[in-house]
């Protein structure tokens, strides 16, 4: 899909039953490129994905001097890695509205040494990352805001990192620790990050610590409340294989729940380092049967067609919370989603955006502090989906395009940010 478009959906005229291969993770994606940039050596990089959020990537890499070779039909890329020093002293890097590569970065263009510009789309301005600058300012880091502090575009005069202690008492995102994280090996003295307060999304600090860890640098992790990254370390060049994207598995193995089908989606299981592959348990809570193998995952819908509503703390996976919530409308009791309040600076405010589409469909829903209540009382009716330029929006609102007749994705196009075949394959579960 290269054009804005609208996506008329079709319902499923019987149980889906479908085995799948997905495009590979998009965290796992951009944390490998960025890592491979900085090693020393040449590293392989397989099962790449190829949508917006990582092609920004690539491209500011590639405008830090990094020379980068794709072959988008086997997915793979292959980097000769900089040994920690970015070949480019000036660089003016646009990230659309990905946020893995603007705070990943911003760390990055700390450690250089030169004059670093960054910048993205009229969301990604609304979206802080103030924390994040404060933390690298503490190790050292000279940045400014070209507009409004604590947001992008932001100007970074990059003179190495001398490294230091950085105290979060609280963060907005997982993706400030990560950036922090990723960045630490380069510094000139060891960096310990110190998280008093509430870690969302704690598996994809994990995860940035297990790609860490394959590309050769050590860190030391404590109960994911203190990390401590021993300096003037080099990342090692490596081959990596991506993962199938857990989070784009959720839609497919929700639809196997609303129709009482089955989904399998293969490389995918219990040796995943992706914490959303844990959808799977919130779905089995929801009535559903699911059988995982190390790297396959089966997940077959409620053998009586009924769907139980659930009571969930999602902040280890918040980007399930959209897929949960369209799925509850078809429940047979309320749902209430708890302890994702960073939903509201994500690509959309997405309790807001929630709540309205839903509201739409005759769905009664209540916006928390932290989160949102479902309460379906009859059968949801159809309707247009505004996207608000999320991706999982459109994703997660398809679902009700399987049980109601008359579904309409607005600027489904959307869906290119990190899955631009998401429709394709969505159009196969029908046929």
């Not at 620790?177 to 509430?198: F, R």
């Not at 870690?199 to 297990?210: E, N």
Request: charged share 25%; aromatic share 6%; glycine share 8%.
């Amino acid at each position: 899909m290269t054009e804005s478009t609208d996506v008329n959906l079709r319902p499923a005229a019987h149980p889906v039953d479908q085995t799948i291969c997905l495009p590979g993770s998009k965290s796992l994606t951009n944390r490998a490129l960025l890592t491979g940039a900085l090693a020393s050596g040449d590293s392989q990089i397989d099962g790449l994905l190829l949508a917006d959020d990582t092609r920004h990537m690539l491209q500011a890499l590639r405008q830090l001097g990094i020379e980068i070779t794709v072959d988008e039909t086997r997915r793979r890329a292959t980097i000769m890695g900089c040994r920690g020093h970015w070949p480019e002293s000036d660089a003016d890097l646009f990230c659309g509205n990905a946020g893995t590569a603007i705070r990943f970065l911003t760390a990055a263009c700390c450690t250089g040494h030169g004059a670093y510009r960054l910048d993205g789309v009229r969301r990604m301005r609304e979206r802080p990352i103030g924390a994040l600058v404060d933390a690298l300012r503490d190790l050292g880091a000279n940045i400014g805001y070209e507009e409004q502090e604590g947001y992008c575009p932001l100007t970074i005069r990059g003179r190495g990192l001398r490294g230091g202690q950085i105290r979060f008492s609280t963060t907005l995102s997982s993706q400030y620790v990560s950036a922090l994280l990723l960045a630490s090996p380069l510094a000139a003295n060891d960096v310990m990050i110190d998280v008093t307060g509430s870690l969302p999304s704690k598996p994809y600090v994990a995860m940035t610590l297990k790609v860490m860890h394959d590309f050769g640098v050590q860190t030391v992790e404590e109960k994911m409340e203190r990390f401590i990254v021993p300096c003037r370390q080099t990342y090692t060049a490596t081959r990596f294989d991506v993962e199938p994207d857990a989070s784009a598995a959720s839609y497919f193995f929700a639809a196997a729940a609303v129709t009482g089908g089955r989904v399998t989606v293969d490389g995918l299981g219990l040796e995943s380092c992706q914490g959303d592959v844990n959808f799977v348990n919130v779905l089995e809570r929801m009535g559903c049967r699911v059988e995982q193998g190390p790297r396959h995952t089966t997940v077959w819908g409620p053998s009586d067609g009924k769907l139980r509503g659930v009571d969930e703390d999602l902040n280890d996976m918040p980007d399930m919370a959209q897929t949960l919530a369209v799925l509850a409308a078809f429940a047979d009791g309320p749902t209430r989603i708890r302890n994702v309040t960073n939903l509201r600076i994500k690509e959309t405010d997405r309790l807001f955006a929630l709540s309205t589409e839903l509201g739409k469909m005759n769905v009664p829903t209540e916006v928390h502090e932290d989160g949102l209540s479902i309460q379906p009382h009859r059968e949801p009716t159809a309707t247009a989906i505004d996207t608000y330029e999320d991706h999982r929006m459109a994703m997660s609102f398809a679902l009700a395009g399987l049980r109601l007749d008359g579904m309409v994705i607005r600027d489904a196009d959307c869906v290119n940010k990190t899955f631009p075949e998401f429709f394709e394959l969505w159009t196969e579960l029908v046929r």
